[in-house]
């Protein structure tokens, strides 16, 4: 699976920017597609994760209730909606996949990666 993330890009603080992850060679709807965040000289961070079927959700403590994470299964495309953005949300986002057998929320080892997209919020 070959995955293209876009959408990211400079937003004020309290603005609003949608990631889309797109996936190419295989169906992305037999994956688990999470969404991570590095900021530059911290660890990568888990931000979102949702399953096959989008039966169930997951979301890190840091951007619960600003971010919802959604796929559209026949256009092979996932997408992080961000609300309520502040400076601290600042990162290389990075979509991935991963199959569903052996994946449980909290796992960072995905199969497949993203080349990641820049968000940039202005104070």
């Known amino acids: 699976v070959q995955l293209q993330a876009c959408g990211g890009g400079l937003v004020q603080a309290g603005g609003s920017l949608r990631l889309s992850c797109t996936a190419s060679?295989?169906?992305?709807?037999?994956?688990?597609v999470g969404w991570f965040r590095q900021a530059p000289g911290k660890e990568r961070e888990f931000v979102a994760a949702i399953t096959w079927n989008g039966g169930r959700i997951y979301y890190g403590d840091s951007v619960k209730g600003r971010f919802t994470i959604s796929r559209d299964n026949a256009k092979n495309t996932g997408y992080l909606q961000m609300n309520s953005l502040k400076a601290e949300d600042t990162a290389v986002y990075f979509c991935?996949?991963?199959?569903?057998?052996?994946?449980?929320?909290?796992?960072?080892?995905?199969?497949?990666w993203g080349q990641g997209t820049l968000v940039t919020v202005s104070s």
């Open positions: 991935a996949a991963d199959p569903p057998a052996g994946w449980k929320p909290g796992d960072y080892e995905y199969d497949y």
């Open positions: 060679g295989r169906t992305l709807s037999s994956y688990v």
